[in-house]
């Protein structure tokens, strides 16, 4: 039972333009979210992440919204860039309750194209 | 600060040998986590430390899984009698719980492990 579900594969977006990438997630215990970038042959990074007590947390390029009645929260990246192709998967944890290893999805594989 | 660091990067291994991973942290994290990932899928949790003490281990880590931090430092992660299922690439992550809030995980570059 996937409890964090990225359900797009893949997306393309050009150079410039603003990158969505979602997540949902199932378990109403999740408190703490976080977005990660992969490189191939690289561990994942981290990006932003946002706490269950706020709906938005924003850093440079980088904005996440988290929407708790639906379950749900999106990563924005504005404006993309070549470089942000890679691998981004939503992770969440219990971590406000004390509760920190984290959950993923299986990742979205960005595109960007100049 | 050097980040995660692990060793080996790759290790090819045939099926029934054991093999020992190692990860040391960023220095002053006192909470060490280890994950496996395979092809299409998210990294999935398997056991973590706060300090030299495992305070988890997932239903995903079977018996023949150990993993150690003695001293709360380093940490080793060793598979016995390895099968070709275990092939996968094998992630550590630290971090250190602020008061503040932010719990943050950050990741070692992996152990790519290969079971023939």
């Known amino acids: 039972d996937q409890q964090v579900k990225q359900n797009s594969p893949s997306l393309s977006v050009q150079e410039g333009r603003i990158s969505i990438l979602n997540c949902d997630y199932t378990?109403?215990?999740?408190?703490?979210f976080l977005w990660y970038k992969k490189y191939p042959a690289e561990g994942p990074t981290f990006l932003i992440s946002?706490?269950?007590?706020?709906d938005k947390n924003e850093d440079g390029r980088f904005t996440v919204f988290l929407n708790k009645s639906a379950k749900h929260l999106s990563l924005h990246i504005v404006p993309s860039q070549p470089g942000d192709s890679a691998v981004y998967f939503c992770a969440a944890s219990s971590a406000l309750s004390g509760n920190t290893p984290l959950v993923f999805g299986k990742g979205t594989r960005l595109s960007v194209i100049a | 600060d050097t980040g995660v660091s692990q060793d080996p990067r790759h290790k090819i291994t045939k099926r029934g040998q054991n093999v020992t991973f190692r990860c040391d942290p960023i220095s002053e994290h006192n909470r060490l986590y280890w994950y496996r990932q395979t092809l299409g899928q998210g990294p999935e949790f398997l056991t973590y430390f706060q300090n030299e003490a495992q305070l988890e281990k997932s239903r995903l880590l079977s018996d023949r899984f150990s993993a150690e931090r003695p001293k709360g430092s380093f940490s080793t992660l060793e598979i016995q009698r390895t099968e070709q299922g275990d092939s996968a690439m094998y992630l550590c992550?630290?971090?250190?719980?602020?008061?503040?809030?932010?719990?943050?995980?950050?990741f070692g570059p992996g152990t790519r492990l290969t079971v023939t």
């Open positions: 946002i706490s269950s007590i706020k």
């Open positions: 378990n109403s215990m999740f408190d703490y």
């Open positions: 992550a630290s971090s250190f719980p602020p008061a503040g809030g932010g719990y943050e995980q950050y």
